[in-house]
């Protein structure tokens, strides 16, 4: 059974910094890729940022470019979203997700792509 528990969300004044942490299992690493996604409130969800578990290629919603970060640590099977310089539009429900059927090769950023889902943990940036 595939599992993925997300933790690390909270609030944060705006230019602040949250990591945000997945825990996988159950899943067959290597073929997969892993994501983020966010939901604001009357919004429709959308992509933040993507990761192949095997060779590390990575994918950023432009809104995440230069601010966030994604990374995973094999040992551990957790896949990380460190956020930086935080702004109140970062405010949000993230979703941590993986996709098993691209054969972890290339990473995708559309929510179809993505077939295991995580509860979500909120985010919310102050002003």
């Given at each position: 059974q595939v599992q993925l528990v997300e933790s690390g969300g909270g609030l944060v004044q705006a230019g602040g910094s949250l990591r945000l942490s997945c825990a996988a299992?159950?899943?067959t690493f290597t073929n997969a890729a892993m994501g983020w996604f966010r939901q604001a409130p009357g919004k429709e969800r959308e992509f933040v940022a993507?990761?192949?578990w095997a060779s590390g290629i990575t994918e950023y919603a432009d809104s995440a470019k230069g601010r966030f970060t994604i990374s995973r640590d094999n040992a551990k099977n957790t896949v990380y979203l460190k956020m930086d310089r935080l702004n109140p539009d970062d405010t949000a429900v993230y979703y941590c997700t993986a996709d098993t059927h691209g054969g972890g090769v290339v990473v995708l950023t559309a929510i179809a792509a993505y077939n295991y889902w995580g509860q979500g943990t909120q985010v919310t940036v102050s002003s």
């Open positions: 299992s159950g899943l993507a990761i192949t």
